[in-house]
């Protein structure tokens, strides 16, 4: 049987230990508040974490973005090229999945909603519309411009007027994030098109639409809601995810776009239709403007977004925080626990000698 003394020490260094560890635990999961200097609601750690090496070049009617993160351990490319009125995305893993898309901007297009559906259905377009892809953007000249954000990213913006169509394609690509409104986070997996049509005059009771065609191999799937949307970077978007490689590695890019544009100043619902078009690995979108029908030149603005759901950022963003500890409060745990053995041993001494007497 264990004498009175012994098991006061034991039970002493338990408690000790016990005080030990628990505080060891507070200390080590004690992080500081994360900083957000650029106030656009993403903390500057993950901005620097995920922050991408963007090269843009251009050259006549024709311009290419690469974009490249290198974050130990995680690594990922996504390429944007345009030409003509034709764009093509693309995206690679670090593992070897990828995906890609062509997207052409066909035709501007009128349409009467017959059965009052704010979309465009089978037999509702009507005229010749307009044509875009190369007759409109064929001799279209590419500026470029870059600005530096904020936080001290760099911003690239890519113009191109069509000197046919009225008619302006403006093209942001960012290596950090930047918020662009309330609602509205441009990320650096993304490029942001702002397309506008500027008096454009439709025929009496008409509308306006957007045709546009994509080309893949890959796998194509309709959602109401786009990655942005779904990640809380936007609200009120649908979009086209096109996936490649297998289940446990896929590689994504999306086609985006918000379910409203500005009309002469005004908000308009926007949505989709899509059309078989006969061919292999082709799809035919047409994004529906229900306007007034006046027949009026309409200035409308609307903004879809090429990007990738990029596995590299995934795994920055999901990954456990590296732990911080806090010096002052480690050796003030560990004074106290000294001191709690140390008492322990004097009252168990005193206890002996009267024992003793």
């Known amino acids: 049987m264990l004498r009175s003394r012994q098991v006061v020490l034991a039970a002493a260094a338990a408690g000790a230990a016990a005080l030990l560890i628990g505080s060891t635990l507070a200390v080590l999961t004690l992080r500081p508040a994360e900083s957000d200097t650029d106030k656009d609601g993403i903390p500057d750690s993950v901005e620097a974490a995920t922050q991408r ?15 490249r993160l290198a974050s130990a351990p995680f690594s990922d490319q ?15 893993r670090a593992r070897g999945s990828d995906s890609s898309y062509q997207l052409e901007l066909r035709n501007l297009v009128e349409w009467e909603d017959r059965n009052r559906n704010n979309r465009i259905d089978l037999g509702e377009t009507v005229g010749l519309g307009t044509t875009l892809g190369t007759t409109a953007f064929a001799n279209a000249p590419v500026t470029k411009t870059r600005v530096e954000s904020a936080d001290g990213g760099l911003v690239t913006e890519l113009t191109i007027r069509s000197p046919t169509v009225n008619m302006t ?9 930047i918020r ?24 009496p009771g008409a509308s306006l ?33 096109v996936t490649g490689g297998p289940d446990t590695s896929p590689a994504t890019v999306f086609f985006s776009w918000s379910k409203s544009a500005i009309a002469d100043g005004i908000e308009i619902p926007v949505s ?18 229900p306007l007034s029908g006046s027949g009026s030149p309409v ?54 000698k009267k024992r003793e007497e």
């Open 180 to 203: 662009l409104s309330s609602t509205r986070v441009l990320t650096p997996m993304e490029v942001k098109l702002d397309l506008t049509v500027d008096r454009v005059t439709l025929s």
């Open 272 to 289: 989709y239709s899509n059309f078989s078009t006969g061919a292999p690995n082709t799809y035919e979108v047409y994004l529906a403007y």
């Open 169 to 177: 394609l403006n093209v942001t690509v960012a290596e950090r994030f």
């Open 299 to 352: 200035r409308l603005v609307h903004d879809p977004v090429l990007g990738v759901d990029s596995a590299a950022y995934k795994g920055i963003v999901t990954r456990p925080p590296e732990l911080q500890g806090d010096l002052v409060l480690y050796a003030g745990s560990l004074f106290a626990a000294v001191f709690l053995v140390a008492l322990t041993l004097i009252v168990a001494d005193r206890r002996r």
């Open 209 to 241: 639409g957007l045709d546009v065609r994509i080309n893949t191999t890959k796998r194509l799937e309709y959602g109401n809601r786009s990655w942005d949307d779904v990640n809380e970077f936007a609200e009120g978007e649908a979009g086209i995810n």
């Open 78 to 92: 996504f390429q944007v090229s345009y030409r003509a009125g034709t764009f093509f995305v693309s995206y690679e």
């Open 53 to 67: 090496n963007v090269v843009a070049a251009s050259a006549g009617n024709e311009f290419s973005i690469v974009s």
